[in-house]
């Protein structure tokens, strides 16, 4: 059984930084990824690391965040934070067994 559980996400000024965490047990995926979702808002991915280290990032990202991993923990490096950056973000998985996600941590991006 795979289980994800974010941290790391809090009330920061616009510019400032925070890095979230994902730590995953079980039998994860090879790919792995951070989406986002912001109130009324549809969920929208953010990053994506591949087993080889390659990432994939959204637009909006424009160099701010960087996806990385370290065995079974997953982390989202996010620098110059903007307010529209606020949102529930949410790590993922995908096996053979199904599709995993974390409950979530929410970053705030305000004055």
């Known amino acids: 059984q795979v289980q994800l559980m974010e941290s790391g996400g809090g009330l920061v000024k616009p510019g400032e930084s925070l890095r979230l965490t994902c730590a995953a047990t079980?039998?994860?995926?090879?790919?792995m990824r951070w989406y986002r979702q912001a109130p009324g808002q549809q969920r929208e991915n953010v990053a994506l690391?591949?087993?080889?280290?390659a990432t994939n990032y959204a637009d909006f990202v424009q160099g701010r965040f960087t996806i990385s991993r370290d065995e079974n923990m997953l982390y989202l490096q996010m620098n110059q934070l903007k307010p529209e950056d606020t949102a529930v973000y949410y790590c993922?998985?995908?096996?053979?067994?199904?599709?995993?996600w974390g409950q979530g941590t929410q970053v705030t991006v305000s004055s």
């Open positions: 993922f998985t995908q096996t053979p067994t199904g599709a995993y």
């Open positions: 690391i591949l087993p080889g280290g």
């Open positions: 079980g039998n994860i995926g090879k790919i």
